[in-house]
């Protein structure tokens, strides 16, 4: 079950700075906290555009996640926004100078030491959760994505690669603070050798690099290690968590995707919040039988059970 029930903010400002994935163009990210609960909402310094962190701001979803508002874009957001709901950090001001959030170190891992560094607290009022009741789902081809009645955010995720290097890959585990920081924050974003070039002519993965991807060839990897044997799954995990913050509040139910991505993902988000008969609100929710403190504490890349 989740771990808080009251409604979390930082307890300090936080400033982070770097290249963006696809544009590779420099950016400063300055997380700002706040008095009451507001959610997630993005300014644009630039132009003074606020934009909120909701399902229907989405816009292009093509191996990133962008919010689109009165032409203004926020690009690759999603690493962010997992670092944020993993840890239940789910108020807060994120005040962006360019249109693409920097990549770092193509994981989440970065944003969730910040946090562990500043340490967060609580605020007014009781934690609201949108409950699933009942099963949704949404479909492209062979490929799916579906929310389930449950007491918690369980994921269950299956991907498959036409390449031997990477191949099938599933992993499942009920989220709480800890289990997103030991298992899935660390968790670097991948593509496919063959892919760059088509990326790049598209004027995609600019900055990319081994540094701040794992890159698979045909005949495995060309980083020198993973921090995960199933580090790909668990990325896409990492994803989903970072897009389900589309819906505003926090989740309770089970999701299942086999073969999804950002539009999927976005998709369920929207599929959800369009139909209001599949979920309830709640305050319901018992802390996690996980003791987990937020302070400096460092990654491991170790598997631990689920």
């Keep these: 079950m989740p771990r808080s029930t009251t409604p979390q903010t930082l307890s300090r400002e936080i400033t982070i700075s770097g290249h963006g994935l696809h544009g590779n163009r420099p950016c400063s990210v300055r997380l700002v906290p706040v008095a009451e609960p507001t959610g997630i909402v993005f300014v644009h310094t630039p132009t003074g555009t606020v934009i909120p962190a909701k399902a229907d701001l989405a816009g292009d979803l093509v191996l990133a996640t962008t919010l689109v508002k009165d032409g203004v874009r926020l690009q690759t957001i999603e690493h962010l926004l997992s670092a944020l709901m993993g840890l239940e950090v789910e108020h807060i ?22 946090i562990l560094q500043v340490g967060v607290k609580g605020l007014a009022g009781r934690r609201r959760f949108m409950k699933i009741t009942q099963p949704i789902e949404v479909r492209n081809g062979d490929r799916w994505i579906r929310a389930l009645p449950y007491d918690g955010l369980r994921l269950r995720y299956v991907i498959d690669f036409p390449i031997p290097a990477l191949g099938r890959q599933s992993r499942e585990l009920s989220l709480t603070p800890d289990k997103y920081r030991r298992e899935l924050g660390a968790a670097r974003t991948f593509c496919l050798a063959q892919e760059i070039d088509m990326m790049r002519a598209r004027g995609l993965a600019l900055g990319g690099s081994l540094d701040n991807a794992v890159v698979f060839g045909a005949d495995g990897p060309l980083n020198e290690s993973l921090r995960y044997e199933d580090e790909a799954v668990r990325h896409k995990m990492l994803d989903l968590v970072g897009d389900l913050a589309l819906l505003g509040a926090p989740l309770l139910g089970l999701v299942e995707a086999h073969a999804a991505g950002h539009a999927l993902h976005v998709a369920l988000a929207q599929a959800i919040l369009a139909a209001p008969g599949s979920w309830e609100w709640t305050e319901e929710a018992e802390p996690a039988n996980v003791r987990f403190f937020f302070q400096p504490a460092g990654l491991t890349a170790a598997a631990q059970p689920a």
């Design 93 to 114: 001001r994120i005040e962006v100078d360019a249109e693409e959030l920097p990549i770092l170190d193509g994981s989440a891992a970065p944003w969730v030491e910040a």
